[in-house]
Each structure stands twice: as C-alpha cells, then as structure tokens.
C-alpha cells in the first residue's frame, strides 16, 4: 500500500500543472470516462433501480480516473500520481474494521454489505457551529452520548470562544482545544469516558490540526479527526500533514466530502458519480481515512433551509424530479463502493428528502425512517450529525427492524413509493442544509433541536414521542416489528 | 458580411466556446469597420449571457461556462484595446478572491463565472487571499467591486477586517464590497457594513448590477 511519505514526495515533485487546466481536464476525462463505461444516465424514472454491472462499471471508470489523472495537490500545484496495481490495492487493503474510543466505550465500526444482517454502526454530534449563547456544549453532547446506540460523537467549531472571535492560529488553536475539551467532559458526564470523539477542524491550516492532541483531556489516540478531500479532486499540504501526524499518534481518519458536485467541474450526473467513488480512494489513500461519509453527489445550487425549499415556486413534479438524480446517484456510488472495496462508509441518504417543515413532526420522523431504512439495506452506516438523542435511538430502533424483517434491496421501491405518497406536498426533496439557519438564527436552530427534546429533563418531547408511535404504527403496517 | 453577420459570429464563437475562432472573429469585425462596443455588448455578452442562463438551468455545467469565458476573454482582448479612450467605456471590474486561511473555492468559482457571463472583467485572486492582496489589486485594476467569499465560519471575519482595513486607509468609498459564501448571511453582511451579498451566484450577479445602478436583461 502507497505510503504517506510516498503521497508527500508525489506532492512535491509529480507533474506540474495549471489549476485551471486540472479542472478543465478532469471535465474531459469525466466526459471520456462516461462514454467508454457506458455511463449515461437515462433519467429520473429510474428513481433508484441501480443496475449492479453499471455500479462495478462506475468503479471502473473511478480507478481509470485516477490511474489516468492522480488527485491535484493545490498546495504545490503538482499532480499526484497512482498506477492501478496501488489503487486496485488501496482498494482491497482499506481496513472492515475500525476499533474506536477505549475501555468499556470501546466499539467495532465494521464495512457492511448490501442487505447486510450486522447492526449498523452510528455517529452522531455536529459537523457544524456551536454557540456560546446556547447551552454549554458538554450538557449538549452529554445528551448525544446518553444515546446508547451513538458509537462515535463528533464535534463543533466555534465563532467564539470565551466572548472572543475565533480566527487567525493562536485563537483557532486555542479553539480546537475548547472544543476536545469540552466534548471530552460530555461523554464523561453521560458515563462514557471512553467514548470515540471525532475533531472538527477550527480551521484547516496544520498546526490547527494538530493542536488538540493530548492523551489524557484532549484528542486521545483513540479518538478521531475529519480529514476530507477537496472538490474536484484535490487535496492539500496541511491535511496531508496532519495525516502523517495521525497515522503516527494512532487516532483514526474520517473524511467528511466525499461527495461531488452535479453541474460543476466533473460534469453532469456520470461525472459526479466517478468522482465521488473516486474521492473515497483517494480519501484513503492520501489522508488514510478509514471511516467516511460517502455517497451523495450533491447540486452546485443555493443551500436553504426546508422551509425555503418548500417555499420556492416550484411544482411538485419538478421538485421530486430535481432530487432524484441525486437519489439514484447516491444508490449507485453506496453499491459500487460495497462491491469492490473494504471502504466502511456513512451516509444518510434520503430517498424523499428530508422533508417535514417541523423536526418533531410525523411526516419529518417518517421521512427520516425512509432514510434509515435504505441505508440500513444498501450497507451503508448511519451519519447522524445535527440530530438529538431521540432521533438516534429511533434510527437504531428502525434500522433494527429492518434487518430482522430482511427488507431487501427491491422492497424499498415499495416502501419509499408508500412512505411518499402519505408525505406528499409535506417534503421537498432536493439541496439544503439546515446550518444555514444555524448562521442566521442560533437560537431559532436550536429550537430545532428542543422541539424533539427536552434537554433539561434530558428526555425526548411529548409531541415528539406521539408523533413518533404514528410512525411506529405506520411502519409495522409496512412490515416492521415497531410496536 | 453585414455589421450584424460579425456580430452574430462573435455571439457564435462564445456559444460554441471556441476561442480561435472569437478571436479571429473579432479581428475581422474590427477591420471591417464594426463598432468595438457594439460588438462586445451584443456579440459577445449576448453569447456569455446566454450560456450563463443555460447553465443556471442545468443544461451545461461549469466547464462550459469556463471556456466560454475564455473565448469572450479572447475577444475582448482585441476589441477593447480598439475602443477611444474618449468613449468612456469601461467594463464593470470586480475583484474575487476566497480570504485568507480558506481553502474552498467552488462557490467563488461559480460567482466568477457567472460575473464573466454578465460581462464583467473578473480579477480572480483565488483562495487563501490576504486582505492587503485584495486591496492591492483593486487599486491596481481600478475595480469597481471586492467581493470576498468565505466557505467556513472561522475565516468570515476576514471579510470585515477588510472592510476596516479599506476604512482605515480611507478606500472605503472607493470600492464597494460584496461578501458570500456557505455560512455568510445577509444579516451578518449587514452588520460588518458590507454593500452587497449574494446566496448563490446567480444573486451575486443581480446585487453587483443593482450595486452599480446596472438594469438587468429580460
């Protein structure tokens, strides 16, 4: 397997090349790629019917990428380059297991396969802001980590710090601290000590990176970092640095963008599809990332929030239609990375959008159970970051559910077809991120969050769990043992 | 070849991005006596903003967008130069950059794409950019317009340092300034003082022009 001093020197001294001309080539390359495997998507009436032949044709055409390109190094404006015996081997040798946190806390984060009968892993935490004007954050992840199910708990960066803004090193270094910190003392107040803690990076510069590292109170050899890969294929000096650093210290890797953007510089559909399968062995292979958030190409669109999606003008057909190609695309890449690699992948894939304007609401719960359901027989682990602890239990509790019923990959059509129907006009499938509530209203997106739990008793809400036995119900009508 | 044969090769040449051929086209125009104005506003920028418009609808991508830039860029360099100074005319120029510490660009790609596709003269510093960087080249260029994108929380506030730093050098009214990207909002651009914000490029462009007292087409 490549080494990461070997990655470092291809860093420094493979081919020189123009950024643009990179992001120009990779668009060729994408759009030859597409024509020699057959890759032409159809169109959205093929919803999330994903041919096998044509996902392995995909991971074809990712490992003709990078043999044929490498991965840009924007630091040195260098190409780093591969041959295929080193990708077809990073391929084969990305670990099935991940052992994380430590003593009691200790869990196994496992590969998992299409219809796959083990229990599927989960982290939850933020992947995103906290706010000094919220609750202390070690309150909020004592929460996270009260959910027993959570095997990883990853954290936030901060716009402040003790009322200070926080950029520039010295303030981002003492940031990352905070944060380890804080959520260290979070997993100790819910009874997990030992609990697999994830750094969010303050910034990405190296030195930032690396700041949290302490043994004891910090970031521990058995927690973890998010290291991730840059659009279009690019990677960079400082997280290369911070790899090396890591895979020393011992704490594991996550990437947190494996995803590509539809209509950018890889293309349409295709291209998106190729370069997210092709970042999740590059994520590997360069930064060592053994756990990553896989699979969903996304929309070079505007990100809102639900509320203004479902507010924008457009027909139902249409916005069921937008978010489609992102639904089958995302299949596609989950199946072409179990079938031909080792990759332990997270995702969180929706198949009707994460819809329902409200967080406790019946048609956000069952929108949600969809969501469990397909990842759970995909093979996919569940991401769960911005979600409260009653969300996770009951992820845990459906994923369940649908392995002992043997859902298998031809009865979600059924199930999603259902699930939509009852949601219909309630959810708006397609492009958006509920942080960008977060950047306009703290205190707005928390109440997001106490919508479905009450962090003071530490307990889910009433409307929460009432909305939350319709669904129990609806879903055992479906097929699963919920009640 | 009619005044408007020339001019519609030049809106071809954009639409087909071909860089030779707006090039030598626009060569062509100007020996045979066409406006270099005319030929810049309803040639090339009716063909950029044609491509802009069809990319905000999903039928071509950013590449596309990219190379058709490139031809308009070709064609302009052999136009403007042709344009008397006594004219007037002069290109709306906006200075784009990622701040410093910020790695990601795509957002700022797609803006500065979508600005060349409205006709602006884009100066693109690309990421990581100090502010004295950005205020540098827009004195050099004699810009209209900053615009100052940031993709993560703990680099926004480079984008109101450089707002003091223009207030502190007395630039202030100079240049007008425009922030974005993922976590930036209109409130917080309000409160650091800023003139313009976008969401998405296509809003970018519209607060440029509106910055600008530009009407906008269609």
């Keep these: 397997m490549i080494s990461l001093l070997e990655v ?13 001309k990179w992001n120009l080539s990779l668009f060729r390359k994408m759009q030859e790629l597409t024509k020699e495997h057959d890759l032409v998507y159809s169109g959205p009436e093929l919803f999330f ?15 003709d990428f990078l043999v044929d390109m490498g991965v840009y190094c924007v630091t040195s404006n260098r190409v780093i380059q591969f041959t295929e015996d080193e990708v077809r081997e990073a391929a084969r040798e990305a670990p099935k297991e991940a052992i994380v946190g430590e003593g009691r806390d200790v869990r196994v984060i496992r590969k998992r396969e299409v219809e796959d009968r083990k229990p599927v892993s989960i982290i939850t935490g933020g992947h995103c802001p906290w706010f000094e004007d919220l609750m202390p954050l070690p309150l909020f992840v004592k929460s996270l980590a009260g959910a027993g199910r959570a095997d990883i708990v990853e954290g936030f960066n901060f716009i402040k710090v003790d009322g200070r803004d926080v950029y520039d090193l ?13 959520m260290r003392e979070g997993v100790q107040k819910a009874g997990r000590p030992g609990m697999a803690i994830t750094y969010y990076p303050i910034l990405t510069e190296a030195s930032t990176l690396i700041a949290p590292i302490d043994p004891v109170s910090g970031l521990r050899r058995t927690d973890g970092i ?20 890591y895979e020393e210290y011992g704490s594991f890797k ?20 190729i370069e997210t399968i092709a970042k999740a062995l590059a994520a590997w292979m360069v930064y060592r990332d053994v756990i990553q958030y896989s699979g969903e190409p996304t929309r070079l669109s505007v ?38 690699s080792n990759i332990i992948r997270f995702g969180l894939l929706s198949p009707i959008g994460l819809g329902g304007l409200e967080t406790d609401s019946e048609e956000r719960l069952l929108a949600n159970s969809v969501a469990y359901i397909a990842n759970t027989v995909l093979g996919a682990n569940l991401g769960l970051v911005r979600w409260t602890a009653a969300e996770i239990e009951f992820a ?3 994923s369940d559910a649908t392995i002992k019923a043997g859902i298998k990959r031809e009865d979600i059509r059924d199930i999603v077809q259902k699930a939509y129907e009852r949601v219909r006009g309630k959810v708006a499938p397609g492009v958006y991120d509920e942080r960008m509530l977060a950047y306009r209203d703290s205190q707005a997106w928390f109440g997001t969050f106490q919508r479905c739990y009450d962090f003071v008793r530490q307990r889910p809400t009433k409307s929460y769990l009432e909305n939350r036995e319709k669904v129990r119900k609806y879903l055992t009508d479906l097929g699963l043992e919920l009640i | 070849m009619s005044k408007e044969g020339y001019i519609e090769r030049l809106r071809q040449a954009v639409l087909n991005y071909d860089e030779e051929a707006a090039k030598e086209s626009a060569e062509e125009a100007l020996k045979a006596g066409v406006d270099p104005v005319e030929a810049i506003e309803r040639g090339l920028a009716a063909g950029i903003r044609e491509v802009g418009e069809k990319f905000h609808r999903g039928e071509v991508f950013l590449p596309h967008v990219v190379l058709a830039a490139d031809a308009m860029t070709a064609a302009t360099g052999v136009l403007e130069p042709a344009i008397p100074k006594d004219r007037g005319f002069k290109r709306v120029t906006i200075v784009l950059g990622t701040v410093e510490g910020d790695i990601h660009d795509i957002g700022k790609n797609v803006v500065a794409m979508m600005m060349k596709a409205a006709g602006f003269n884009v100066q693109d510093l690309g990421k990581d950019v100090k502010i004295d960087v950005f205020i540098e080249k827009a004195k050099e260029v004699n810009a209209d317009i900053i615009g100052v994108s940031s993709l993560m929380t703990t680099t926004m506030p480079y984008q109101r340092e450089l707002i003091r730093e223009l207030e502190r050098l007395g630039l202030r009214e100079r240049f007008k300034v425009m922030v974005g990207g993922g976590p930036v909002t209109r409130e917080w651009a309000e409160n650091i003082g800023a003139d313009g914000y976008g969401r998405d490029a296509k809003e970018a462009v519209e607060s440029a022009k509106q910055l600008l007292g530009i009407k906008s087409e269609g």
């Excluded at chain 1, 010295?170 to 804080?182: D, V």
């Excluded at chain 1, 996550?254 to 599809?273: L, P, R, T």
């Excluded at chain 1, 249409?318 to 989950?334: C, N």
Aim: charged share 25%.
């Design chain 1, 396 to 398: 845990a509790e459906v």
């Design chain 1, 254 to 273: 996550q990437n947190g963008g494996a995803f590509a953007y539809i209509g950018g510089f890889c293309g349409g559909v295709e291209g998106a599809i």
């Design chain 1, 170 to 182: 010295p303030m981002a270094a003492y940031a990352a601290k905070r944060e380890l910190a804080w």
């Design chain 1, 8 to 20: 470092a020197e291809r860093a420094r001294s493979g081919p020189k090349m123009d950024e643009k």
């Design chain 1, 226 to 245: 998010l290291l991730s890969t840059l659009p279009d294929m690019k990677v960079e000096y400082d997280l290369l640095t911070a790899a090396i650093v």
């Design chain 1, 49 to 63: 019917d994903v041919d096998d032949s044509y996902c392995d044709a995909a991971f074809q055409a990712a490992v």
């Design chain 1, 303 to 340: 990100w809102t929030t639900i509320e203004e999606r479902m507010k924008m003008e457009k027909t139902k057909v249409e916005a069921a239609q937008e978010g489609l190609p992102i639904v089958w695309s995302a299949f596609t890449v989950h199946n072409a990375l179990c079938r031909n």
